[in-house]
């Protein structure tokens, strides 16, 4: 249980007292306990129901199906025995990711970027983020002069698709390098840690744990935390969408994030118990 919280019945929820960033009277200790539990019944701290399902596709080296409530985001990893350019000679591998929301991953239909000839800015900024957050847990030397592309595409958004993302395309990458080693390409597993993110944020001046669509559009502060399984931040991204939030404010969303993050990360750890089916790599037409 996290410090400042109390049970009542099934739900766990954060003692109500003005919160540091806030005008005082804006909480009120007397809420009844109905007032925060969440359109959906989870705790403040609970994550929303998940789970990977490996090899969800075929040909890819890595394929990870990543379920987080009703956001689903499929994660492969492909293997090029090239790197970039400026990268030739260096005896050293890459990482990099794509990501995209297919069309119809919304209830209104997301247009093809492809279409408009460019990528969003956000397009951009998430799959930066995800190629950052899997290079931060790798061994690139050890990987040799490869690439390894991560695709993330959401096959259905609401909430936390970046997050989820990362969480998948870690088993994804992961199983990617077990296949290489299978095949003697490379002498040792690259990978030296686990990785994993989740949403945060403050929602009508509650923090709460992992937010759904209808919670970030309505929050005050909404926050992406990727972790690794030491215990270290690769990244912390935190926007006051109205009034700022404060120092005591951030140390709550932390810790929540951080108690989400470790339970994604032994979600991941069960479905990497078993090392992945080897397999000849199918050919294509």
């Not at 990362?166 to 003697?184: E, Q």
């Not at 490379?186 to 009508?204: K, L, M, Q, T, Y």
Request: proline share 5%.
């Amino acid at each position: 249980m996290l410090p400042g919280t109390r049970a009542l019945g099934l739900l766990l929820i954060l003692a109500a007292r003005p919160l540091a960033g806030y005008p005082a009277g804006m909480t009120d200790p007397q809420r009844d306990a109905l007032e925060l539990a969440r359109h959906d019944g989870r705790a403040l701290d609970e994550l929303r129901p998940g789970f990977f399902v490996r090899d969800f596709t075929e040909f890819a080296a890595g394929s990870v199906l990543a379920v987080s409530g009703r956001t689903k985001v499929l994660c492969t990893a492909s293997l090029d025995e090239d790197v970039p350019r400026w990268m030739r000679g260096t005896h050293r591998g890459w990482v990099t990711a794509e990501y995209s929301l297919l069309p119809g991953s919304s209830p209104e239909r997301v247009s093809r970027e492809a279409t408009r000839g460019r990528q969003s800015g956000r397009t951009q900024e998430i799959q930066r983020l995800i190629g950052r957050a899997l290079r931060s847990i790798i061994d690139l030397g050890a990987l040799g002069e490869r690439q390894i592309l991560i695709d993330c595409d959401v096959l259905q958004a609401d909430g936390g698709t970046r997050t989820a993302a990362i969480s998948g395309a870690y088993v994804a990458l992961h199983d990617a390098c077990s296949r290489l080693c299978f095949s003697g390409a490379i002498a040792g597993h690259p990978v030296r840690e686990a990785c994993a993110g989740v949403s945060v944020g403050i929602v009508d001046a509650v923090c709460m744990l992992d937010l759904d669509y209808a919670e970030d559009s309505a929050a005050e502060v909404d926050m992406n935390v990727v972790m690794t399984s030491s215990g270290r931040f690769v990244e912390v991204q935190g926007t006051a969408e109205g009034l700022p939030f404060a120092r005591t404010e951030l140390d709550e969303m932390l810790a929540l994030a951080e108690l989400g993050i470790n339970q994604i990360l032994e979600a991941q750890a069960e479905v990497l118990a078993t090392p992945p089916p080897n397999r000849t790599p199918a050919a294509t037409a």
